[in-house]
């Protein structure tokens, strides 16, 4: 079946830092892959997306890019702030089911 | 723009007692699905439907019911509740794949304790 695997943290990082994480996937077909955040007692909001092999998703400073030949989906940033501390979750999703989530990759920024 | 609306927020129950939890989107979504968020284990679909009257399992659907009568509402019913049924739940809604965008809205979330 389909599944997500992404990094374990949590990861802590000093501002301005730069950041990955690391997002892999299996499915069969085309699924079209998220990055979501989960800032502290709120729901989830989608940071980016891609529908398609080697589309970039860019949002917040934030980019990753679908490597259908990896079977990945990295999330990276070039210079992280204390706001963007959250629970990154990499996601996909295919027809006629729901979205499939990884377990979360916390992330702390210290200043 | 209400998008999609849980209800309750926060609830405790006793070891045997059911409750429904709400949810309402007026997006015209066609998807809606139903997770648990747990410590470590990120968040587990417990049922999805693909329209009115269309309802399946997801990972984790043991002690859980739902039904889809109208495309606005999914409840989610707890028939005898357990401890280990205490989680953060969330509800979400998206249009169907194939469509130009299937990103799915999240609602705020309900807070769930079993005692």
């Known amino acids: 079946g389909n599944s997500v695997t992404q990094m374990e943290g949590p990861v802590t990082l000093s501002e301005e830092a730069f950041l990955t994480i690391n997002c892999t996937y299996t499915?069969?077909?085309?699924?079209?892959l998220f990055w979501y955040v989960q800032y502290p007692g709120e729901g989830l909001q989608l940071l980016l997306k891609?529908?398609?092999?080697?589309d970039k998703g860019s949002n917040k400073g934030f980019e990753a890019t679908y490597r259908k030949e990896t079977t990945s989906f990295h999330l990276e940033k070039g210079s992280v702030q204390v706001s963007d501390s959250a629970v990154y979750f990499c996601a996909l999703n295919q027809a006629g089911t729901a979205l499939i989530f990884g377990k979360g990759t916390t992330l702390s920024v210290s200043s | 723009n209400a998008g999609v609306t849980q209800t309750p927020k926060f609830q405790v129950l006793k070891t045997g007692q059911s409750m429904t939890l709400q949810c309402a989107q007026d997006?015209?979504?066609?998807?809606m699905s139903w997770y648990r968020q747990d410590p470590g284990m990120g968040l587990r679909l417990i049922h999805y439907s693909v329209g009115a009257g269309i309802t399946d399992q997801g990972e984790v659907p043991n002690g859980y019911n739902v039904s889809r009568s109208t495309t606005e509402d999914f409840p989610l019913r707890l028939l005898s509740a357990a401890p280990s049924q205490t989680s953060v739940y969330f509800c979400?809604?998206?249009f169907g794949q194939g469509r130009a965008n299937t990103e799915a809205f999240f609602g705020q979330g309900t807070r769930l304790t079993v005692v």
């Open positions: 499915a069969t077909g085309y699924p079209s």
């Open positions: 997006m015209n979504h066609e998807y």
């Open positions: 979400a809604s998206s």
């Open positions: 891609a529908t398609k092999a080697d």
